[in-house]
């Protein structure tokens, strides 16, 4: 419930609409709050202040409606300029990098302020009243209607300037890259050298525990999507009260074809009536893949971006020698990270539960394959990434992991010395990969 309960509310929190709506929930309060102010406290301000009275209902009304009518023409010059951006974004990116402008939290409040404000004086031009025994002038609503109005002016200039700045290559890269960070440093912490050793698993010993466990119940997926979010805490209650043993046959970001296998379930004894759907309320499958869960999600963007800076059309190499940069930052913090392991243990030391893992092999696949590949044929690309090669060896304690990237880098020399033209390139590029071999 919980997994479920935080997915939610990242994705609202995430939504191009849920902080207007907020914004125009406050604005309600607040002229409410203010209209009351005004009715029960007859303000009178004194030196230089006193001109910001508004003695007449018509002078009342006249500012009301020209800050009402600025900002819901600003807030629609907003929305088109957002809207720009997002065109010049997807052409340029690649349209799954759209989630990350419409998710940002300046674009939201920018565009809720000025809804807000339209919608706060909207309301507050309702309340004055005019005739000598009726007359009201809420002066202290209208005070903050200006200063409102003044606040947006500011939020106009920072906005103009925000856009400019978010559609730049290196900021769009940038940002990817921080996303990335955070989402490796949640799913996969540092190394502790207090942490407790896991408990001792392996294939062998799980075919072991299956063979004693008779029944075998195979559940499938009852529509088509990508896995967005799992709920292993859930599943591992199930296994205990089935008394088994849950293998989990897709990790988050894999795409489920209808009626595929999700899980299977190892049991002495039967299924009770009602557990499948339990078994099946742990997965949320949806239209697209997320990065609640899906640790490869940020590194396909920024692999995305670096394709497209290598394509003919705009052959940008700077561009996807920046996207190589910030992978090789992320996979030098992952050599020393603490990667999942697939067998999960109960509090009484039981395995439980099987799932499927990343691992830094699948990374480094995802993160410099197909770089290599539609960098084939620019020399400035491929021995970066060779030197890329070289920098994520240094980091690397694992053999494990040595034997990885030296695979790796001798693709990376195998493309250079097949689709170079340039001897000196393949000279360049040969020196970086014996550079590499010395460090064995």
């Known amino acids: 419930m919980k997994t479920k309960l935080v997915y939610f509310w990242s994705i609202l929190q995430s939504s191009f609409w849920f902080v207007p709506l907020q914004l125009i929930l406050v604005s309600i309060i607040a002229a409410t709050g203010f209209i009351y102010l005004d009715t029960v406290w007859e303000f009178e301000p004194s030196g230089v202040f006193k001109y910001y009275m508004f003695g007449e209902e018509e002078a009342a009304r006249s500012i009301l409606s020209t800050i009402a009518g600025a900002m819901i023409g600003v807030a629609g010059t907003v929305f088109s300029i957002t809207l720009v951006a997002l065109t010049l974004a997807s052409s340029q990116f690649g349209p799954r990098l759209l989630q990350n402008f419409m998710h940002d939290r300046i674009n939201q409040v920018v565009l809720g302020s000025y809804i807000a404000t339209f ?3 909207l309301l507050v031009l309702r309340a004055v009243k005019s005739g000598e025994e009726l007359g009201f002038v809420p002066n202290i609503s209208i005070i903050f209607a200006i200063f409102l109005a003044i606040v947006n002016i500011f939020l106009l200039v920072i ?3 925000h856009i400019s700045v978010s559609i730049q290559a290196d900021q769009v890269i940038s940002n990817v890259n921080n996303n990335l960070h955070k989402n490796f440093k949640r799913l996969f912490p540092i190394k502790d050298t207090n942490d407790s050793e896991p408990l001792t698993f392996d294939e062998k010993m799980l075919e072991v525990k299956k063979a004693q466990l008779k029944q075998e119940y195979s559940l499938n997926s009852r529509k088509s999507g990508y896995l967005q979010s799992i709920d292993h805490h859930k ?12 293998e989990v046959k897709k990790h988050a970001g894999n795409f489920i074809v209808e009626k595929q296998e999700l899980i299977i379930i190892h049991t002495s004894g039967k299924l009770e009536d ?14 697209k893949r997320t990065s609640s869960q899906d640790a490869e999600f940020a590194i396909r963007q920024m692999v995305e971006v670096a394709a497209r800076a290598l394509s003919p059309g705009v052959n940008d190499p ?29 509090g009484e030391g039981e395995m439980r539960l099987v799932t499927k893992t990343i691992s830094f092999d699948g990374v480094m696949s995802v ?4 770089i290599r590949q539609f960098g084939s044929n ?29 695979k790796h880098a001798s693709m990376i020399s195998h493309t250079g010395e097949k689709s170079f033209l340039d001897e000196n390139d393949v000279k360049d590029l040969k020196e970086r990969y014996e550079q590499l071999k010395t460090l064995i």
């Open 119 to 121: 919608n706060y004086c």
């Open 159 to 161: 906005f103009i300037h």
């Open 235 to 246: 599943l591992m209650e199930l296994a205990k009260e089935v008394q088994g043993i849950v």
């Open 274 to 287: 009602g557990l499948e759907d339990r078994f099946r309320s742990s997965f949320i499958i949806g239209n």
């Open 318 to 346: 700077f561009t996807a020698i920046t996207c190589i940069d910030k992978l090789t930052d992320v996979i030098c913090y992952l050599t020393s990270a603490r990667l999942p392991s697939p067998y999960h243990f109960d």
């Open 367 to 370: 993160a410099f394959n197909q």
């Open 378 to 406: 620019s020399p400035a690309v491929i021995i970066r990434l060779m030197e890329a090669m070289i920098t994520i060896f240094q980091f690397a304690e694992d053999d494990q992991h040595k034997n990885i990237i030296l």
